[in-house]
C-alpha cells in the first residue's frame, strides 16, 4: 500500500524531529502494510520560496537516507501546499509535485470556499499543468456544500483523506460512502510523530476491509501506483 500524506522527513516541518523519530515513523508503516510513503511536508508561499523549501526537503531527505534500509518503504518527495488565492501564479508551482507524478497535494483554507476558490481549482485542473489531489478532504468536508466533491471529481480534481476519518465514530460511515462512491482516490496517514500522531493506516485498512472487502483497498492502490511514474 501507500501512505499518501506524511511529515516523516525528520526536522523540516512539525512532523518528524529526528532521523530516529523518521525510521521509527518508516518501520511502524512498514509493519501496517505499507511499501511505498510520499513525504509531504508543509509548504507555505508565505513563508518561503520554492526553491528554498526543496532545498530544505533535499537536504532533510539526504540525512535520513543513510537510515533508509532495504526492508523500510520506499520514499517519494512530494509536499503539502497550503492553497492561499493566486496561487497558480507562483513561481516554480511544478516544482512541489510528487515525485515521478502530475500530482500536486494542496491543503485547503479551513473554512467554506469561496466560488473564486473552487474556480481558481477548476482553472488549475483545466490547464493540464497538474493533477490536483486535495489533501485530507476529511477536516473540511462539513464545511462545503454536499455536491462540490462531485463538481471537482467532474473536472480531473482528485480526492485524499486520511486514516482517522475511518476510524473516527461518527464519520466513519461517511468516509465509506465517500471511498464507495469515488470521492476518495488515496489515503494517508498524515504521520507526524510516534506520539500525539501516529500512523493509524492499518486500523482504517482494516475497517473498510470487513465493510466494503479488501478489493477496493486493492483497486484504489493500483489507481494511485498507476499515477507514478
Ligand atoms: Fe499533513
Redesign the pocket.
Known sequence: MIDW???ILPQIDD?SQSISESVALLTELKSQGVNTVVA?P?FYANEETVQTFLNRRQKAFDELSPSLSDGLPKVLLGA?VCYYSGISRLENLECLKIENSNLLLL?MPFSRWTEYTIRELLELSASGRFTIVL??IDRYISMQDRDIWDRLYENGILMQANASFFTKFFKKKKALYFLQNNRIHFI?S?S?NMTTRPPKLNLAYDYVSQKLGSDILTEINGFGKALLG
Open positions: 500524506h506524511s511529515h512532523g509531504t508543509h503539502e491543503e489533501a485530507h494517508g498524515d507526524h
